[in-house]
């Protein structure tokens, strides 16, 4: 059983940055292909990274802009996220992929 706790989101300006950070307790840490996904008011979850070994993917919307990295040995997954839009603005949360229970997420808000 994975437990996850998501932080670092916030209020942040069109074009601004944020790094969010997921710790991870109750598994082989550096085993897991780990994720960040997202989900905006009125939309489907979506996955935006993920991370296995040295291979990282994104999601074309965030492509360019967005980093996925972990730190194995603190157990914790990285997203550092640049020139931030308005449709960035959602609940993003980290999980295993495939997924598995959910953490609680933490809001990022992009807005003027």
């Known amino acids: 059983q994975v437990q996850l706790v998501e932080s670092g989101g916030g209020l942040v300006q069109p074009g601004g940055s944020l790094r969010l950070s997921c710790a991870v307790s109750g598994s082989i840490f550096s085993f897991l292909r780990m994720g960040w996904y997202r989900q905006a008011p009125g939309k489907q979850r979506e996955l935006v990274a993920t991370?296995?070994?040295?291979?990282?993917n994104y999601a074309d919307s965030v492509k360019g802009r967005f980093t996925i990295s972990r730190d194995n040995a603190k157990k914790t997954v990285y997203l550092q996220m640049n020139s931030l839009k308005p449709e960035d603005t959602a609940v993003y949360y980290c999980n295993t992929v495939p997924y598995g229970s959910w953490g609680q997420g933490t809001q990022v808000t992009v807005s003027t």
């Open positions: 991370i296995s070994g040295g291979n990282t």
